[in-house]
């Protein structure tokens, strides 16, 4: 009968987000306000051997993806939850940070700081912005902290309503080895660092080759470096720089518009420097540059710089590229620039 189909229908296996796989417990702690933690680690894998994260014969450091899940479960306190973070086989510097939050949906959180550790720390220290303080020491280079967490906030976008964990704000000290070692829960994440950063990003594409030298290369890179400094420098404040673009058509719009956005005070703030420079030609210049602003940074920015009647100025195209990331659009009849080699996207072409 239709019931008995439907009936059939409504059954199944259940399933778990971590699968039935063994797992290795690898910390476990019960803390004085009576929550047990228990971290598990599964299946690992070799990242850098899980697909094609490499260009050529670049391939990224180990600490760059995670080479498997540590599960976190807590239970007690009337408390029953479990959440997942990364695990490196190698971290950077030796340490890893991840928080989730815990005990939510039994309406008691716990931010969970799990931290991979120096095989030379002896103790873990949180501190948190309530003042809630925490420490353990590590184990099998795991540490778990907790404090009182806040209630996620929930939003809702039309029919739907889903719920947010707010951020804990914290302070972890490492103690042990030559010398204690704080970071802020604002800098634990590496990208910031740039050795961090060399080691994960790719080699970026060659510009092209050398030509025909102009007849005093030095000056003349020195001149295309001065016009971009003084470019990037009124081209977010507004002030007239069409002297130092070939084709300066729709980029006094693109600017007005930049100004008129929520970016005006970024691309005012925009500093760009010349990385690498090459030239093409006797009136042609390629260049790799990057953008530093008050809010990102941009690295590997490629540009082009052209001889008219005796002056090195910088390509609309170049100018352009750059407006239409802080919502400034100079018109048609410009294209991103990119060296021979590279995709769109930063990537590799197959040669």
């Known amino acids: 009968m239709?019931?008995?189909?439907?009936?059939?229908?409504?059954?199944?296996q259940g399933y778990a987000a971590f699968g039935t796989q063994p797992m290795e417990t690898v910390f476990e702690r019960t803390t004085a306000s009576g929550f047990a933690f228990r971290v598990q680690l599964g299946q690992v894998w070799d990242s850098n051997l899980q697909g094609d994260w490499g260009a050529g014969d670049w391939q990224p450091a180990p600490w760059c993806y995670e080479s498997g899940q540590l599960r976190v479960s807590v239970s007690g306190n009337g408390v029953v939850d479990i959440g997942g973070v990364p695990w490196y086989a190698e971290a950077f510097r030796g340490r890893a940070v991840a928080w989730l939050t815990l005990g939510g949906n039994d309406a008691d959180p716990q931010w969970v700081v799990v931290v991979q550790a120096p095989a030379d720390t002896t103790n873990v220290r949180a501190?948190?912005?309530?003042?809630?303080?925490?420490?353990?020491?590590?184990?099998?280079g795991i540490a778990v902290l907790t404090a009182p967490g806040e209630a996620s906030t929930p939003i809702t976008e039309g029919d739907y309503t889903y719920w947010e964990d707010p951020t804990p704000s914290f302070e972890l000290t490492f103690e042990g080895g030559a010398e204690p070692?704080?970071?802020?829960?604002?800098?634990?994440?590496?990208?910031?660092?740039?050795?961090?950063?060399?080691?994960?990003?790719?080699?970026p594409p060659a510009l092209p080759d050398a030509g025909e030298q102009p007849e005093d290369p030095a000056a003349a890179e020195a001149e295309i470096r001065a016009a971009m400094t003084e470019l990037y420098g009124v081209i977010g404040a507004g002030a007239e720089a069409s002297d130092l673009i070939d084709d300066p058509t729709g980029v006094a719009d693109a600017r007005a518009q930049v100004q008129e956005g929520g970016f005006a005070d970024t691309a005012a703030s925009a500093v760009a420097t010349i990385d690498e420079l090459v030239f093409t030609a006797p009136d042609?210049?390629?260049?790799?540059?990057?953008?530093?602003?008050?809010?990102?940074?941009?690295?590997?920015?490629?540009g082009i710089s052209v001889l008219v009647g005796g002056v090195w100025k910088v390509t609309r195209s170049t100018v352009c590229q750059d407006l239409s990331m802080a919502g400034g659009d100079c018109g048609g009849d410009w294209q991103?620039?990119?060296?021979?080699?590279?995709?769109?996207?930063?990537?590799?072409?197959?040669?």
Do not use: H
Not at 127 to 140: H, I, K, L, R
Not at 183 to 203: A, K, M
Not at 284 to 302: G, K, P, Q, V
């Open 284 to 302: 042609e210049a390629w260049f790799r540059y990057s953008i530093d602003t008050d809010m990102s940074f941009f690295d590997n920015r490629y």
């Open 181 to 203: 070692v704080t970071l802020e829960s604002d800098s634990v994440g590496n990208w910031d660092d740039p050795e961090f950063r060399e080691s994960c990003t790719p080699p």
């Open 336 to 351: 991103s620039i990119y060296p021979p080699g590279a995709y769109p996207d930063g990537g590799y072409l197959d040669d």
């Open 2 to 12: 239709s019931g008995d189909r439907s009936m059939q229908s409504s059954g199944g």
């Open 127 to 140: 501190v948190f912005a309530d003042g809630s303080t925490d420490e353990v020491a590590p184990q099998n």
